[in-house]
């Protein structure tokens, strides 16, 4: 019932939530919104619109799309912090349905156990994401992080990591300049033994100088 | 006799974080295997040029000269091929040895890769060596189908290269040869 998942899982719809509501007075999140939080933070454009289609069969969000002041009110728990759009995701992730009302409870016992990568990964996209918040023209968002990125298979594509509303294509591409990665190799290790070794010597015995030898043969000259 | 020994320690320097090769006086050198090195010699001896060979000879020698404990006309024979045979090894150019038949200096080198056939290049190799070692112009001229290389004066070495390409064996040519003058 507690098992690092579902913490993780708990976490992640709290730091939803308070971006959401954070977000809320500027931007309309719809059903897109749970079905794109499966996506990475830095996922731009391409992917959100593919996942646009989806709202239109979901019985509950009729409104889908429409943003906060189309959305239904909300009749299951109706917290102060929980964003509309939460209820209008609600019906495709069963997950959400059985955790949501207890993460206010249970939010201060979580770091008490061992911190998981995913953990971390989470935590460091809210960090991202609250930095990005306040300013009102938003800042760049950051490259996610691989963490990031590994999380989102094991989420299983149901659970909301993030709310944040996806950035339009030509403003995130703007805002992401592509920064080349290079990659230095290890620098060589001291070797202990000389690397020129010699293995053999000669030591010829020829009497008389050199000079002297060296002289008379090249004097010697033809019959 | 002396106990002046060529101290090969640390002749080579390998700068692998930069992947240079430096010998002890500074020269960049590459390190090439013999199956590339040996095409690029028959070239040189089908052009007739072996300049370059012996440029490298003359290199080599004055690292034995500048190894040397003393001139190497007032050195011991001994003494002098074990550094130049010492400075060969290092670079891989076979093992020196040094024999004299009458009056003539014969260079003998074994364990030399399969170059040019009539050990051309080897023989200006040679010749550069001992040029710049001895400050007088030498000239190594291989005996066929033999390891010696004769040393003589550089205006009878066609002649005993067409001696030693007609069959004669180093003893004929020796006999040849008559000592003119010896100071």
Redesign the interface.
């Known amino acids: 019932m507690s098992s690092p998942e579902q913490q993780i899982e708990r976490l992640s719809q709290l730091l939803a939530k308070v971006q959401k509501n954070r977000k809320q007075p500027r931007v309309g999140l719809g059903p897109m919104a749970g079905l794109s939080a499966t996506v990475p933070a830095n996922t731009t454009g391409p992917a959100v619109s593919a996942a646009k289609p989806l709202p239109a069969p979901q019985g509950p969000s009729s409104t889908g799309g429409l943003g906060p002041a189309a959305a239904p009110p909300r009749t299951r728990k109706a917290t102060p912090t929980e964003p509309i759009t939460a209820a209008v995701a609600a019906p495709p992730s069963p997950v959400r349905e059985e955790h949501a009302p207890e993460p206010p409870v249970r939010r201060p016992a979580a770091p008490a156990r061992p911190i998981s990568p995913l953990e971390t990964a989470l935590s460091g996209e809210a960090e991202r994401e609250e930095r990005a918040m306040p300013a009102p023209a938003r800042a760049p968002a950051p490259p996610a992080a691989p963490a990031a990125n590994e999380i989102a298979p094991r989420a299983g594509g149901t659970q909301p990591r993030s709310q944040r509303p996806p950035m339009p294509p030509a403003e995130a591409s703007a805002q992401q300049p592509i920064v080349p990665r290079v990659i230095e190799p290890d620098p060589p290790r001291a070797s202990t033994r000389p690397i020129a070794q010699v293995v053999s010597k000669h030591a010829p015995v020829v009497d008389a100088t050199f000079g002297a030898m060296l002289k008379r043969s090249l004097s010697l000259r033809p019959h | 006799m002396t106990d002046a ?1 060529f101290d ?5 320097q ?1 700068d ?2 930069h992947g240079r090769v430096r010998t002890r006086g500074g020269a960049r050198v590459l390190v090439l295997a013999e199956n590339v090195l040996a095409p690029l010699i028959v070239t040189a001896v089908q052009s007739g040029d072996l300049t370059a060979i012996r440029t490298l000879g003359s290199q080599l020698g004055s690292i034995v000269s500048q190894s040397l404990p003393a ?12 550094y130049a ?2 400075v060969m ?2 670079y891989g150019w076979g ?1 020196l ?2 024999e ?1 038949w009458g ?3 014969v260079l003998v080198v074994d364990g030399l890769p399969p170059l040019d056939e009539d050990n051309l290049a080897v023989a200006a190799l040679l010749g550069g060596i ?1 040029s710049t070692l ?1 400050s ?1 112009e ?1 000239a190594c001229v291989p005996l066929a189908r033999s390891t010696k290389y ?4 550089p205006r ?1 070495a066609e ?1 005993v290269w067409g001696w030693s390409k007609s069959g004669d064996n180093l003893a004929t040519i020796a006999s ?8």
């Open positions: 020994q090969p320690g640390g002749f080579f390998f692998l974080a001139p190497a006309n007032s050195l011991p024979p001994q003494v002098v091929i074990s045979g010492s090894s290092l093992r040895r040094l004299q009056g003539a200096l001992f001895c007088a030498v004769i040393v003589v004066d009878i002649t040849k040869l008559s000592s003119a003058e010896v100071a």
